[in-house]
């Protein structure tokens, strides 16, 4: 076995599509005896969206999920203001999917669980990890059932309360917010339309809102609590609040399919690696539910470490690995921070800094004079035929565009010639994740930065 993914949510279930297509040999357990159904995470950023073409898996998100409505504030029946969380766009050459999509966090599992289906894999319900040894050569791991998993690597995808970093003894250095929580629930309504996410305040008694979610008959509930208030996981503990609030006549809940307590947690982990244990996703950040990020943050991770992880099974350094927190450590950082200010500011409004099509790896030791997303677009090659940049990229391979004649080989990368130099160089290599590995005139550097990954 080569690696073993705890947790089965959006993050580890990432990572298991991604290692599958490569070949690469994992086992995916999960604690929880069934999959979820509620929907916690619910937007899906632009740069996601881009992963989860190259995954495979765009053509089923995008068959059901919508942009967010407009978000309209009431008091009682009588609007008092409406806006939008994220501005309108039109897809352009460079950036194909320029908007949040609202696609409810089980549907996004159950999506990429499809998808790992297809590739061979599967994910293991009802398996709880219980113990993590490591040495030099490998993991073992302990299950609920009693039964010891060998393994060449862990990814530790299960949650923000994660057992193996604590057993790891990892720091996660933030804070929770006690006194700011708030329930969350998917129930369905009568006398509500679906064209808009509606939102009430009443003075005294607190807020309410409910989001229509994409593709189904649901509504998302939230509403943030007082301190002390315990809510009941009940249709008639809900019902209540919201009629509390919304002060509305002629609109009830009819059921109640989901529910959460949530907190406000802003955590990060002190290290993403021990030995050859890695955290991802929530298990190495948490953040507040503002601007959408932690869900996305965590795909990010699994897109990051996957190629890593393939590439040093199939024999590159070792010394690959340690720039998965050498990158990802960072966009956390600034992802927590962005996330943290748009919290504290009750800010509604979303724009390009949330979507995560800036992120870059610059200044890092992989970045070679690069590090960028490398954007959609049109590719002229020698050949006189024009190709989309994301169909070159598509796939579990280097991509590399070349100005010139290159005179190496390597199963791993795939060679393309351009009528003229990308980015203003003769040699361009892009990583397995869409960004800029290397851009330079010299085959000499072209050959050494391989080395380092292939």
């Known amino acids: 076995m080569d690696v073993i993914v705890a947790g089965a949510g959006p993050t580890g279930l990432t990572l298991a599509v991604d290692l599958a297509r490569r070949g ?40 059901v999920a919508t942009p967010y409505p407009p978000l309209r ?61 490591q040495d030099a050569h490998g993991v073992r791991a302990t299950l609920g059932t009693g039964e010891t998993v060998r393994a060449r690597y862990l990814v530790a995808a299960d949650g923000g309360k ?31 339309g679906r064209d808009h996410i509606h939102a009430w305040a009443r003075p005294g008694r607190g807020f309410v809102a409910l989001y229509p979610m994409a593709g189904t008959d649901t509504f998302q509930l939230l509403a943030p609590l007082r301190p002390g208030v315990v809510p009941e996981d009940t249709l008639a503990w809900y019902q209540r609040l919201f009629a509390e609030r919304s002060m509305l006549r002629g609109v009830r809940l009819t059921e109640l399919l989901w529910s959460s307590l ?47 992880l393939a590439r040093v099974l199939a024999g590159a350094p070792e010394e690959l690995l340690d720039t998965y927190e050498e ?23 979303r724009d390009e800094e949330t979507y995560q099509l800036s992120l870059s790896y610059r200044g890092g030791s992989l970045a070679g004079h690069g590090g960028d997303r490398v954007p959609d677009g049109r590719v002229r090659l020698a050949d006189g035929t024009e190709a989309r940049m994301f169909d070159l990229l598509r796939g579990a391979h280097f991509t590399l565009l070349s100005a010139e004649s290159w005179n190496g080989s390597a199963p791993e990368v795939r060679a393309y010639r351009v009528a003229e130099p990308y980015g203003g160089e003769r040699y361009t290599l892009i990583r397995p994740d869409g960004h800029v590995g290397i851009s330079t005139s010299s085959a000499d550097e072209l050959a050494g930065y391989l080395a380092m990954v292939v």
């Open 262 to 308: 949530y907190r406000v947690n802003i955590r990060l982990a002190d290290r993403y690696r021990s030995g050859r244990v890695f955290l991802a996703g929530d298990a190495a950040h948490v953040h507040s539910p503002a601007g959408g990020q932690g869900l996305n943050t965590g795909v990010q991770d699994a897109y990051n470490l996957g190629w890593k």
């Open 24 to 63: 690469v040999s994992c086992r995916v357990v999960e604690q929880a005896a069934q999959p979820s159904g509620g929907s916690k995470g619910k937007g899906l950023q632009p740069r996601t969206q881009e992963v989860f073409d190259d995954l495979g898996v765009i053509g089923r998100v995008l068959g």
């Open 327 to 349: 990158e990802r450590r960072p966009v956390a950082a600034r992802m927590l921070g962005l996330s943290t200010d748009l919290h504290d500011k009750k800010s509604v409004k």
């Open 73 to 133: 504030f009431r008091l009682g029946r009588v609007p008092v203001w409406q806006t939008r969380m994220h501005r309108p766009a039109r897809p352009t050459d460079a950036v194909p999917y320029p908007t949040v999509m609202m696609h409810p966090q089980w549907r996004t599992e159950a999506v990429l669980r499809e998808r790992l289906a297809e590739l061979g894999g599967k994910v293991e319900y009802g398996t709880a990890l219980t113990g993590v040894e």
């Open 162 to 192: 994660s057992p193996v970093r604590k057993s790891l003894g990892i720091g996660f250095t933030g804070e929770t917010r006690e006194e700011e929580r708030a329930a969350l629930a998917d129930v369905r309504a009568e006398g509500l």
